[in-house]
């Protein structure tokens, strides 16, 4: 069970040295625009995941005339900390480095809501994956850790052959890939129909104030290959690889692939495409949800992030998804500008302020 019990940030954006000790259930950070409410939770989200969800230059991150950023939290009686500059980078458990983000998010799993990094029914398939991929790694994270890993390095090998015209090493990287596509594949889809029992299981009871009686949502993986490929046979896929080789050469990259995979969503039959604004971002919690409840089931509990609430739900739905995670008992983080009062517990709340990036409690 993740708990931040405090966090020290220093120099994240205007975040120059804010100190917080967090509720165990539910902190409110309330400001104006530009205050630097939706930073603080950016920099949480950064030291479970060493990235942002906003941009991928560090650059953007580093305060003005500042060489780096610290952010160091004690998480379940543990000290986490990552330190960033433009040439290095240093993360630290109980003071001792370690060389994988892997351990990181093991220790801080984070799952975030938030306008700026979109949501996921409606969304581009990169985002798909990525919330996919989160999951499956929670679900089995060294076994998926090491497959993910060597898949990126052997497409990055193939896509440098075929773009350099050498053929003679392609068969045994194709070899490589059709036993790593096969294994990423499985993964995803065995998440896939586990999130599927659970929406049934649960659209009578914790979602049944999102999801009606007689809605059907529902949701299935493509998987980056074609029609005509079995996904989970090794050989299909080697035979197509090899088939299509000269094909490949032409493009001088590999179109096909787990990289490729997608998720398809719908709702009563109509594809997302098709669903309006509100009905992707009620569908959007609904996966979201499910993807931390089978988290907890796993005994593994995440932190949330909720950023800008009021900006992107209604008050309907926000009482739904703070219910929900009050129910499961996990630790929450939410930002909003504060013009609305919003259903929380007051007994299970903490509420901060935040003015020119320092914290308050009120």
């Known amino acids: 069970m993740a708990i931040i019990e405090k966090l020290h940030v220093l120099k994240f954006r205007n975040l120059t040295d804010q100190y917080l000790l967090p509720n165990n259930n539910i902190n409110l950070i309330i400001g104006q625009n530009g205050q630097g409410k939706t930073n603080f939770i950016e920099s949480i989200y950064y030291l479970g995941h060493s990235r942002s969800f906003k941009t991928k230059n560090l650059k953007d991150i580093i305060p003005f005339d500042e060489q780096q950023i610290k952010i160091t939290a004690l998480v379940d009686k543990q000290k986490v900390s990552?330190?960033?500059?433009?040439?290095?980078?240093?993360?630290?458990?109980?003071?001792?480095?370690?060389?994988?983000?892997?351990l990181l998010s093991q220790i801080l799993p984070i799952q975030i809501i938030s306008p700026d990094r979109g949501f996921v029914v409606g969304g581009s398939p990169k985002l798909k994956r990525s919330y996919l991929d989160w999951g499956v790694f929670h679900n089995k994270s060294n076994e998926t850790l090491t497959a993910y890993k060597t898949y990126k390095k052997t497409l990055k090998n193939i896509n440098t052959l075929l773009t350099s015209g050498n053929t003679g090493e392609l068969d045994e990287w194709f070899t490589q890939f059709a036993s790593l596509s096969v294994n990423i594949t499985k993964g995803r889809m065995d998440y896939v129909e586990q999130l599927k029992t659970l929406l049934n299981d649960q659209s009578k009871g914790r979602l049944n104030s999102l999801i009606k009686t007689n809605d059907d949502f529902t949701f299935h993986i493509q998987t980056?290959?074609?029609?005509?490929?079995?996904?989970?046979?090794?050989?299909?896929?080697?035979?197509?690889?090899?088939?299509?080789?000269?094909?490949?050469?032409?493009?001088?990259?590999?179109?096909?692939?787990?990289?490729?995979?997608?998720?398809?969503?719908?709702?009563?039959?109509?594809?997302?495409?098709?669903?309006?604004?509100g009905e992707q971002k009620k569908m959007s919690i609904v996966f979201w949800m499910l993807q931390v409840l089978i988290l907890v089931q796993n005994k593994t509990k995440p932190i949330v992030l909720i950023d800008d609430v009021s900006s992107e739900l209604d008050q309907s739905k926000i009482k739904s998804i703070i219910d929900y995670l009050t129910e499961i008992n996990i630790q929450i983080f939410i930002s909003d500008i504060g013009n609305i009062d919003l259903p929380l517990d007051p007994k299970k709340t903490t509420i901060f302020e935040i003015k020119k990036g320092v914290l308050k409690g009120l």
Request: hydrophobic share 30%; aromatic share 10%; net charge positive.
């Open 82 to 102: 990552i330190k960033k500059s433009r040439d290095k980078s240093q993360i630290l458990i109980d003071e001792e480095k370690i060389s994988s983000n892997s």
């Open 224 to 277: 980056g290959w074609p029609k005509e490929v079995d996904p989970l046979s090794q050989v299909k896929i080697l035979e197509y690889l090899l088939k299509n080789k000269t094909n490949f050469l032409k493009t001088k990259y590999l179109s096909y692939g787990p990289h490729r995979a997608n998720i398809e969503y719908l709702l009563n039959k109509r594809n997302e495409s098709f669903l309006s604004r």
